[in-house]
């Protein structure tokens, strides 16, 4: 502002220059020797021209400047307001977290409340074990009880509130014996029971003599011979294996990043060593990956992933061959934390780009959000993009010439594809920029079609003659069995289950996996779509580690 004082005071001063202007002219003509060509007048019209057009210059400057200051102002005020929301929504979240810490603290403090206080006939019977692992039966009496209930209330009740619940301390006598085979098998026996297990196991992991050597030795069968089912999937129990394989390297990285276990020696040399051999041996092995690996869910990938993340071990390998492999686990769960040890962050751009190429729109928009690059990628145009691939690929059939069956796969896929949008819109709060109503909408009417054609396929099943009530015999025999046999198909086949409460289930292009990603200089999955949406692959359930 008092640059803009000075520039008034010197505009304003031009009225008294121009007439000291005038009175050196004036003098300068009285003592002419030759007449000049100018006149005064005309020197005075153009100072008084410059003059107003400084004038209008400035004001105009001035207006400009008022402008900016409002807008600047406006922005910060703006500014503000949503710092200000930030930190209400942050409060707020720590105060919802806490109150589902509280909960859940007080939850298990009653349950181990009421388990320890069972009591029969004023003595409790306690269950313990020998060295062999056989449960002992003895009595406590009322008093030993109530010291120890005591005692349980003032651990429940400390300042931090920690409970340790064990629940399967057969966990520990397997890590603490180095028994691999035997921690597989407890695994598989427990599944039912995986999401508290998976908790307890990284605390068991530490009563292992070497933590990290004994979960590479459980890695051992992973590529064990594979003998497919007759109906050509893959062999159950070792789809299990490998995700306990997975689920182990996981609880092993907690263990070894997560201070709250307590201390813990870090993987030696020695063991990276051994590690890095088991990667070599399975890297090449990745180039023969069967469909699982164009949908996004290959265990072989996310096995080899999770190894070079949990034994620190990436660096020995080309992050770039490293970040080829991302596509094949795009659909699980971990893969953002994992591309995150890896220090693949920067590389993701790549990777969502492919995946758009791919027509894997929902898990770049995954992808996306976790990596906060919504504003590069957009996941409102993809999710449209997405739909109208899948509307466009269930409407090549006339409706004349669709046969029954053929118009029940088309409808199945849309239907898949829509739910799997509504998904993916409610887990990332978009229904503002993507209303539901339509969606949901389509959806109900193609259930009510799928059902309504179901009913129809019933109605129209041949039933089976009836004996005579004499129980003399049948009725006329028939000749087309064979015939209605294969016409008319199962229900179960024709109208399979899709999955939709599941994360990130939708269908995904079968037909454009790459020959070598590992082997390839740049990315080499094809950006064609294909008839993907004409598979009728129905993903595994997603295993809870």
């Not at 720590?94 to 009653?110: G, H, M, S, T």
């Not at 020995?316 to 693949?344: H, K, N, W, Y």
């Not at 957009?378 to 269930?394: D, G, I």
């Not at 046969?403 to 978009?430: G, Y």
């Amino acid at each position: 502002m008092e640059g803009n004082q000075s520039v008034a005071t010197l505009i304003d001063s031009t009225t008294c220059k121009i007439q000291q202007l005038q009175k050196a002219f004036a003098e300068l003509e009285s003592h002419r020797a030759l007449t000049l060509n100018l006149k005064w007048k005309q020197l005075e019209e153009h100072f008084h021209g410059l003059e107003k057009s400084l004038k209008r210059r400035f004001n105009e400057l001035e207006d400009q400047e008022k402008e900016f200051e409002m807008k600047t102002m406006e922005a910060q005020q703006l500014l503000e307001k949503r710092e200000a929301a930030v930190v209400a929504k942050e409060q707020d979240s720590l105060r919802r977290l806490q109150e589902k810490r509280d909960a859940a603290v007080f939850a298990i403090v009653n349950a181990l409340g009421k388990h320890d206080k069972l009591s029969s006939s004023g003595h409790a019977v306690v269950a313990s074990e020998n060295r062999a692992g056989v449960p002992i039966m003895e009595e406590k009496p009322p008093d030993a009880m109530a010291a120890e209930s005591n005692l349980e209330d003032v651990k429940g009740s400390s300042e931090n509130e920690n409970v340790e619940l064990k629940s399967y301390p057969q966990l520990i006598k397997l890590c603490e014996d180095m028994d691999s085979e035997g921690l597989h098998k407890f695994i598989s026996d427990n599944r039912k029971n995986l999401a508290a297990m998976r908790e307890e196991i990284p605390q068991a992991l530490k009563a292992a003599m070497d933590p990290a050597r004994f979960v590479l030795d459980s890695l051992e069968d992973f590529y064990r011979i594979e003998i497919p089912n007759l109906d050509g999937k893959k062999d159950a129990n070792l789809l299990g294996l490998r995700r306990t394989c997975i689920m182990l390297m996981e609880c092993l990285s907690i263990l070894l990043t997560n201070p709250d276990l307590g201390p813990v020696s870090e993987v030696s040399d020695d063991v990276k060593e051994i590690a890095k051999a088991i990667a070599e041996e399975w890297k090449p092995k990745l180039d023969a990956l069967d469909i699982d690996a164009s949908n996004g869910n290959s265990l072989e990938a996310h096995a080899f992933l999770q190894l070079l993340a949990t034994f620190g071990i990436a660096s020995d390998f080309d992050q770039e061959e490293i970040s080829r492999l991302i596509p094949m686990v795009s659909r699980r769960r971990q893969t953002a934390d994992l591309c995150r040890s890896l220090g693949l962050s920067e590389k993701m751009a790549g990777v969502i780009e492919i995946l758009i190429n791919s027509g894997r729109q929902i898990d770049a928009v995954n992808l996306a959000f976790a990596f906060e690059l919504t504003e590069q990628f957009s996941p409102v145009p993809l999710l449209k993009s997405y739909l109208k691939e899948a509307r466009k690929a269930s409407s090549p059939l006339k409706p004349g010439n669709a046969s029954p069956t053929a118009q029940n796969e088309v409808n199945e896929r849309e239907l898949t594809a829509l739910k799997a949008v509504i998904k993916c819109i409610e887990d990332h709060k978009l229904e503002e920029e993507y209303p539901l109503d339509p969606l949901q909408k389509r959806v109900v009417q193609l259930e009510k079609a799928k059902a309504d054609k179901k009913r129809a396929t019933e109605a129209a099943k041949p039933q089976p003659k009836r004996p005579r009530a004499n129980g003399v015999g049948y009725g006329p025999r028939a000749t087309n069995v064979a015939a209605d046999k294969t016409f008319y198909a199962r229900v179960t086949d024709r109208y399979p289950q899709y999955i939709y409460d599941r994360p990130y289930v939708y269908p995904v292009p079968t037909d454009n996996h790459g020959p070598s990603l590992l082997g390839s200089a740049t990315y080499n999955l094809s950006p064609s779509h294909g008839n993907y949406f004409g598979n009728g692959y129905q993903y595994q359930a997603p295993y809870l580690h």
